[in-house]
C-alpha cells in the first residue's frame, strides 16, 4: 500500500528535501506552502500523514490541527518546528498531533516515525467502521457484561432491590462492589433517601465508631459540638459499609446490635438513637477464615450474609472485556468532548489476555492512562505497554520475585550494618526499616496503588499498612 504524505513548510527548500526522502521510501508526497494550501490538499486528497511546520505565513501550526482533523478525523500530524520547546511538545500532545520533530530533521527519525504513523493509520481505517460513533452512555454508571456469571449477578441485583434485607457482597478489589451497591439502592423503595458510603478501611480505628454512630459534646478532646454519624446521615436510605471486614472487634459487636434493634448509640451518651436504614455490606477477604482467626464474629456475618452476591474477578469473565473497552473509550469521549479513539483487534485481544489482578478498576485506568498518551485515532498495543510488558507479582508470599538490584542494594547495606557496633534491637530496627519501604513501594507499584491488595500480599492488616506508608511518607 501506498501512503500519501502532505509536507507542509513555507522554506521550500526543506519541503524538497524531505519530499525526495519520503519518495525515495516509497511514499508519494504532496507540497504545501501555507495554510490554505494545506486545507485545499486534505479536502481534494486522501492524505495519510501531514509533516506540520508550527511558523506558517498564514497561519499557526497548532491551530491548523483542529481544522484538518474536521475534515479528516484519522489523518496522522506529524509537528516539525524549529523552535522546539517544551510547551509547544505539550500543546503539540494535547491537540493529538501524532508526533514531534525539531530542525535540522534526522532523516532516520523522520521515517521512522513517519512508518508508525502509516501503520496506525491503516490500522485505524481498517476499523473504523465499528468504532467511528460513541454509543451514549448511563449517566448513572451502568454495569456492563453479557457473560453467564454477570447475568446471575443482575439477577440477585433485581431481587434485592425490591427486598429490605441485608446484602453482602464478596468479590476482589475492582470487581464493583459499590457500583452494586448503588444499584440495589436505586432501584429500591428507598431511591429517593440517601444513599451514605463508608470505606470502613479507610478511617482510623480510634475513630471508626464516631465516624458511624456520631458523638455528643464533650465525648472526647476534640468534640466541640454534637455530630451525627454515617447511620443516622442515611436514616430512611441506605448505608454501603466497603470493606467491613476491617472493623475492629468492638465496633463489630455495635454494628450487631444496630442490625438487632434497628438503633445506635453515639459516643458519649448514655441515650439510644433509632434508625431506618438498610444495610449493604462489602469486603474483599475471606470473611469464614477471618472469622475462624478470631478477626471477624459470626453472628456479625449471619446477619449481614441474608443475601450474598458474589462478584466473579475479570479474568474469569473476559468475554466482557471488549464491551467494558468500548463503555469507557466511549464515556472518555464524552466527558471530554472529543471524537472516540478506536481500539485495534490486536490490542483487544491482549488485553483479554492479561491477568486484570485489578479487575474492571485496573481496565478502566489502564484504558484512561493509553487515551491520555494515544496522539492518534486508534488504540494499539504500544499505548498499554506499562501493563502489558508488566510482569505479574506472585500474591504468594515465598514467591516474591522481588528486582535483582533491589536484593543486591539490601544486601550490601545489612553487611555495613552488621559491621557497626549497634545492639541486637538498634540493628533488628534498621534492617527491618531498609527492607519494608522498598518492599512496601514495590508490591505498590505491581498493584497499582491499590492497598487492599498490597495488604492482601503483604499479610498485613490495611490499617497497618496504613500507618506504615505514612511513616515511611509513600504515597
Same mark, same amino acid.
Given at each position: ?67 484538518? $482533523? ?162 443516622? $446521615? ?170 535483582? $538490584? ?70
Amino acid at each position: 500500500m501506498s501512503y500519501a504524505i502532505l509536507i507542509v513548510d513555507d522554506d521550500n527548500s526543506l519541503r524538497q528535501v524531505l519530499s525526495a526522502a519520503l519518495n525515495k521510501a516509497g511514499y508519494n508526497t504532496i507540497k504545501a506552502r501555507n495554510g490554505k494550501e494545506a486545507i485545499e490538499c486534505v479536502r481534494k486528497n486522501e492524505i495519510d500523514v501531514i509533516l506540520l511546520d508550527i511558523f506558517l505565513g498564514d497561519v499557526d501550526g497548532l491551530d491548523l490541527i483542529e481544522s484538518i $482533523q474536521e475534515i479528516n478525523p484519522t489523518v496522522a500530524i506529524i509537528i516539525i518546528t524549529g523552535h522546539g520547546t517544551t510547551q509547544t511538545a505539550i500543546e503539540a500532545a494535547k491537540r493529538r498531533a501524532y508526533g514531534y520533530l525539531t530542525k535540522p530533521v534526522d532523516r532516520e527519525e523522520l521515517l521512522d516515525l513517519v512508518d508508525r504513523a502509516a501503520s496506525a493509520v491503516s490500522i485505524t481505517k481498517e476499523e473504523t467502521d465499528d468504532t467511528q460513533e460513541a454509543e451514549s452512555i448511563d449517566s448513572q454508571g451502568r454495569m456492563v457484561g453479557k457473560s453467564p456469571a454477570m447475568q446471575v449477578v443482575y439477577q440477585i441485583i433485581g431481587r434485592a432491590a425490591v427486598s429490605d434485607e441485608t446484602v453482602l457482597i464478596m468479590g476482589e478489589s475492582g470487581t464493583g462492589k459499590e457500583l452494586v451497591a448503588e444499584l440495589i439502592h436505586k432501584n429500591s423503595p428507598r431511591t429517593e433517601n440517601p444513599f451514605i458510603v463508608v470505606d470502613c478501611s479507610a478511617i482510623p480505628p480510634s475513630l471508626i465508631e464516631s465516624t458511624l454512630f456520631g458523638h455528643v459534646k464533650g465525648a472526647f478532646t476534640d468534640a466541640h459540638a454534637d455530630r451525627k454519624g454515617k447511620f443516622e $446521615q442515611a436514616d430512611s436510605g441506605t448505608i454501603f459499609l466497603d470493606e467491613v471486614g476491617e472493623l475492629p472487634i468492638d465496633v463489630q459487636m455495635k454494628l450487631l446490635r444496630v442490625l438487632q434493634e434497628r438503633e445506635i448509640e453515639p459516643v458519649g451518651s448514655n441515650d439510644t438513637r433509632s434508625v431506618n436504614v438498610r444495610i449493604i455490606a462489602a469486603t474483599n477477604q475471606k470473611l469464614d477464615t477471618a472469622i475462624t482467626e478470631k478477626t471477624f464474629r459470626d453472628d456479625l456475618y449471619y446477619r449481614l450474609n441474608v443475601v450474598p452476591i458474589s462478584l466473579p474477578p475479570l479474568r474469569e469473565r473476559r468475554e466482557d472485556i471488549p464491551d467494558l473497552i468500548d463503555l469507557f473509550t466511549s464515556r472518555f469521549a464524552q466527558e471530554y468532548q472529543i471524537p472516540k479513539i478506536g481500539i485495534s483487534s490486536e490490542t483487544i485481544d491482549k488485553l483479554i489476555e492479561h491477568e486484570w489482578h485489578g479487575n474492571v478498576r485496573e481496565l478502566e485506568n489502564a484504558i484512561k492512562r493509553a487515551l491520555v498518551m494515544c496522539s492518534g485515532q486508534m488504540l494499539l498495543p504500544e499505548h498499554f505497554s506499562e501493563i502489558l510488558d508488566k510482569p505479574v507479582l506472585e500474591t504468594n508470599l515465598n514467591n516474591q520475585n522481588l528486582d535483582l $538490584q533491589m536484593i543486591s542494594l539490601l544486601q550490601g547495606q545489612i553487611a555495613h550494618l552488621l559491621e557497626s557496633n549497634e545492639d541486637d534491637g538498634q540493628l533488628y530496627a534498621k534492617i527491618r526499616a531498609i527492607f519494608e519501604k522498598p518492599l512496601f513501594e514495590i508490591v505498590l507499584e505491581h498493584t497499582d496503588g491499590n492497598r487492599s491488595k498490597a495488604s492482601e500480599i503483604l499479610g498485613i492488616n490495611r490499617n497497618t499498612l496504613h500507618t506504615k506508608l505514612n511513616e515511611y511518607d509513600i504515597k
